[in-house]
């Protein structure tokens, strides 16, 4: 299988991988889309879902064909296949095995507990995440939220909540 990303309108990302599912079904019956959502507190202590990577949805398809890629670019929402639509390029390394760890946990992220220190790893202890490991970017105790950086997306941030704080040593 080879495993790739498309960049979506943004706030279309849940309609596009059912869109996606659904017109590829038939034809590709191997291909499978991926959107990954996490959960979130607002200032006020409510929580709610919010997409990890807002934009994009990956997939997985035997092959990249022409007919699959003309058959994505028909389906709303879509923009292009990163890093682009005359380029297509295969998630390999870290992030292929950083993507197939998500997809391990699910598509539905609830709270995680987290071992950190600013500029230092992360290490997710407990909940959907556990096991994996990243490097923080920013720390806010305040909303008790972490910025890290992914093998995926290097140069892109994501922010996670946590509940549990313990500095490594």
Not at 11 to 40: D, I, N, V
Not at 95 to 114: D, H, R
Not at 117 to 133: A, C, N, R, T
Request: proline share 4%; aromatic share 14%; with cysteine.
């Amino acid at each position: 299988m080879e495993y790739y990303c498309a960049m979506v309108m943004t706030g279309a990302e849940k309609s596009f991988k059912q869109e996606a599912e659904k017109a590829t079904r038939e034809s590709f019956p191997e291909s499978k889309f991926f959107y990954f959502e996490r959960k979130l507190r607002t200032n006020q202590g409510k929580y709610f879902d919010a997409p990890l990577f807002p934009g994009y949805v990956f997939f997985q398809t035997e092959k990249l064909s022409d007919d699959f890629f003309l058959l994505l670019k028909s389906i709303k929402n879509f923009c292009r296949v990163l890093h682009s639509n005359q380029d297509p390029t295969k998630l390999l390394g870290a992030a292929l095995a950083e993507l197939q760890e998500y997809i391990k946990k699910g598509e539905y992220w609830g709270l995680s507990k987290v071992e950190f220190q600013e500029g230092k790893s992360v290490k997710i202890i407990s909940g959907p995440l556990m096991g994996l490991e990243g490097r923080i970017y920013k720390i806010n105790k305040k909303k008790k939220r972490i910025t890290i950086t992914s093998a995926i997306f290097p140069d892109k941030k994501f922010d996670l909540m946590y509940e549990d704080i313990r500095v490594i040593e």
